[in-house]
């Protein structure tokens, strides 16, 4: 039996738990529970796998995965097993002490999210009043120790204006990339929407703003960018393509190919707890369910374009269509493209529900 290319990567997500309250998370609108979370044992049961399995990446997510006291133990532990390691954090636990016992562990890289550049708004988006200071205090101290360091924004119709801005702000505090990323509409993203959805007019002045600020920084900021999907008219290849390269796995220890894969109805979601990182990638039905091209209805199966996109996010299709095996509404070719085109039409900015736990 030919077995996949193995993953490249490994999406830990240690905790939902967070401090913040972010309208946009992508995390399951029913989070899981303290109680419920994976032991340290079984994190290091996994590492092990993970690196057996050929995965040369551990990221290590949330929620806030700084909730974790065992954090450092688990990066260690990583480490030892010759994995790469990023940590992926919101910065607001982060003081000296912490990040000295993360870097003792060998850790390799972080990447600090940011809701955004100005106080005002960044404290109105995570819900947490004194959160820009802690971020900016996490920044600098990252900074001066010259570990590798990466600022996120997530970009939507209230702060894209102030992209410039953003990016002013990474090159200073000395990050070496920085992620220019609109809102992916999953999770508390999707029940925000028409809230967060930029217009077509702040999109098109988005990518005016990042092809400046790459001619003007040149090779002093990478810059990533992410535009949303709704504005396109071919969808993005998600997640490379169907459990073709990432392994995403759930604080109580459900395996999934993209973090959004739970949406889909009458799935069993194998559990680390119970079964190898091996045998579910390579065997388990939900990771071969969208992987490759046989799956595809038309028009993806003629298209040219199929082993580039992978048919779009099969999440994206069941949320807008009400069928996963549909062509991603976003694709200009697809029979479901209105949904999309109707979603932008509309003009209404209710007020955002924050996530809550």
Known sequence: MTHPTPPMSLLAELTHRCPLACPYCSNPITLDRRQDE?????????????????ILQAHFSGGEPMARPDLPELIAYANRRNLYTNLITSGVLLDQSRFNALRDAG????????????????????????????????????????????FNFVIHHENVARIPAMLALAHEYGAGRVEIAHTQYYGWGLRNRAALLPTRAQLDRSVQDIETARQHYGNTLTIDFVTPDYHLDRPKPCMGGWGQRFLNITPSGRVLPCHAAETLPGMEFPNARNQSLETIWNTSPLFQLYRGTDWMPEPCQSCDRKEIDWGGCRCQALALTGNATNTDPVCGLSPHHHVVTDSLNRNERPELQFRHF
Not at 38 to 54: F, K, P, S, V
Not at 129 to 142: H, P, T, Y
């Open 38 to 54: 994976l032991e340290t044992t079984d994190w290091l049961r996994i590492l092990d796998e993970a690196a057996e399995i050929g």
């Open 107 to 150: 850790l390799d890289h972080v990447q600090l999210s940011f809701q955004d550049v100005e106080t005002e708004g960044a404290e109105r988006i995570g819900h947490l009043r004194g959160a820009q200071q802690r971020k900016l205090a996490a920044a600098r101290i990252i900074a001066d120790d010259g570990m590798p360091l990466t």
